[in-house]
Nanobody, 119 residues
């Protein structure tokens, strides 16, 4: 099993910044893609950004140019630097990792961290 612990959420004014972290621990064999998703109030969960093990990022159009995803493979940790935050970024943010062991992929989710952007 792989456990994910997220941190870094909070309340910030529009235009401000926050940095989310997600550390994976447990019986880790190899972590493939890592990413962040979010779920705004009353809406479905959506992709924010993902990053491959080699460090290639992918972003939702709504966050391009404002958010940066990065990872530290030695620490099994993924980060999300969020700048120029907008009220519409308010959501619960969930870490996601794809674990690879003996050719089998398993997806794990964090417990979520709340980000609230006030106008």
């Amino acid at each position: 099993q792989v456990q994910l612990v997220e941190s870094g959420g909070g309340l910030v004014q529009a235009g401000g910044s926050l940095r989310l972290s997600c550390a994976a621990s447990g019986s880790i064999f190899s972590i493939n893609n890592m990413g962040w998703y979010r779920q705004p109030p009353g809406k479905q969960r959506e992709l924010v950004a993902t990053i491959t093990r080699a460090g290639s990022p992918n972003y939702a159009d709504s966050v391009k140019g404002r958010f940066t995803i990065s990872r530290d493979n030695a620490k099994n940790t993924v980060y999300l630097q969020m700048n120029s935050l907008k009220p519409e970024d308010t959501a619960s943010y969930y870490c996601n990792v794809v674990h690879l062991k003996w050719g089998s992929f398993t997806t794990y989710w964090g417990q979520g961290t709340q980000v609230t952007v006030s106008s």
